[in-house]
């Protein structure tokens, strides 16, 4: 789904204008960014969790010429999906186990 999929989406869910809908997504997607941006978790209920995970500087290898090099430390943005959502995405994993079919005793025959 793309962002103008989303707008579509609201606009079809609600009797909002293109124009607004377009704005409400938009606002939506900034307030995370920039709350995520200042290091703050933002937590949607049945969603996820948006936050901010700090990289040490480390070792790694241009792939290229397998020359040494150190990795400046980061910030990156991290999502972590909510138990509703991966429920939803997964329904395979929530479904009930079926009982092993249990295979029938073996009759012995009488000889004579």
Known sequence: MTKSELVSAVIKATSMQKGEAEKSVETFISSIIEAVSKGERVA???????????????????????????????????FSAGKAFKDKANPIAIEKPTEPVKDKPKVKKKKG
Do not use: A, H
Not at 57 to 72: A, D, V
């Open 44 to 78: 949607l209920s049945g969603f996820g969790i948006f936050s901010v995970s700090d990289r040490k500087e480390r070792n790694g290898k241009n792939p290229r010429t397998g020359e040494s090099l150190t990795i400046p430390p980061s910030r990156v943005p991290k």
